[in-house]
């Protein structure tokens, strides 16, 4: 039996207009008065997505998130970590010299900044939707102490779709690397992923992975789809990700959220 769901948010939980649909929300009401523990599970800042938690009324002592594509494990009510998996300061050296190879914009994430050696419209998106602060300074100037969460480069999606052919193996075995989406690539601790975050979670909630149902659209949803008892993608979803699926349910603009919790917790037709 389920017991968890854990959601990507942007292509999954939100329509394309970053809103949640109404059946989407009464799925997940009804799920979480029947028990069911319902998670975020996003490469955005826990900050990022505050308005969806308050919205989903996921803000309670027993609610958690899993942000930064599994980097941060947290309660959402208080900002309490319960894992978290970081990255060096010479992790952001090394990307931003690969970065000024490829040509490609660069910003890294700390707990509450956005932060960029260059002012440009993708790390101006990324602080935008995540409603944190965009700092424009060299790396250099960095505290080398200051908490790095993830480093991202970010352009063009033709830009991108060139440079991610070019990275050298090194960096793919030094780091998990994900696309996030078409404008997003992601460089994290290598331990992280989506699907180590929702792990972490499980164990400390107890449960199996038998008892978890995960359900996501992109590349960075892709360990945690295959890590979950039911791993569905989305009808959106790239093809990738529905390789490793156990279930494909529908897009993200015809409720394929409300779909899944209808069919496999609520045992209602959808």
């Known amino acids: 039996m389920y017991k968890l769901i854990a959601l990507d948010m942007d292509g999954t939980l939100l329509k394309d207009d970053k809103t949640i649909s109404k059946a989407n929300f009464e799925a997940i009401k009804t799920a979480k008065q029947n028990g069911y523990r319902i998670v975020l599970a996003t490469g955005r800042p826990a900050k990022g997505i505050e308005k969806y938690l308050r919205q989903l009324d996921l803000m309670g002592d027993d609610d958690y998130a899993v942000a930064f594509n599994g980097a941060v494990v947290q309660k959402t009510k208080t900002g309490h970590v319960i894992a978290e998996n970081l990255m060096e300061y010479g992790d952001l050296q090394k990307i931003y010299d690969l970065s000024l190879k490829l040509k490609l914009n660069i910003h890294t ?128 979803a790239f093809a990738e990700v529905k390789k490793v699926c156990n279930y494909v349910t529908k897009t993200n603009e015809e409720d394929g959220v409300a779909h899944v919790i209808h069919k496999f917790m609520l045992n209602q037709a959808s």
């Open 109 to 236: 994430l700390t707990v509450n900044e956005c932060i960029t050696p260059k002012i440009n419209p993708y790390s101006q998106r990324e602080a935008r939707m995540n409603n944190i602060s965009l700092i424009e300074k060299p790396f250099s100037a960095i505290d080398k102490n200051e908490s790095i969460i993830k480093i991202m480069l970010v352009d063009s999606k033709e830009k991108l779709d060139k440079a991610e052919k070019l990275i050298p193996k090194e960096f793919h075995d030094k780091y998990t690397v994900v696309r996030s989406e078409d404008i997003f690539l992601e460089f994290l601790n290598k331990k992280v992923d989506k699907g180590f975050g929702v792990k972490l979670l499980a164990e400390n909630l107890g449960l199996s992975p038998d008892e978890i149902i995960c359900v996501g659209d992109a590349g960075n949803d892709i360990a945690m789809v295959k890590y979950a008892g039911l791993g569905v993608a989305m009808g959106n």
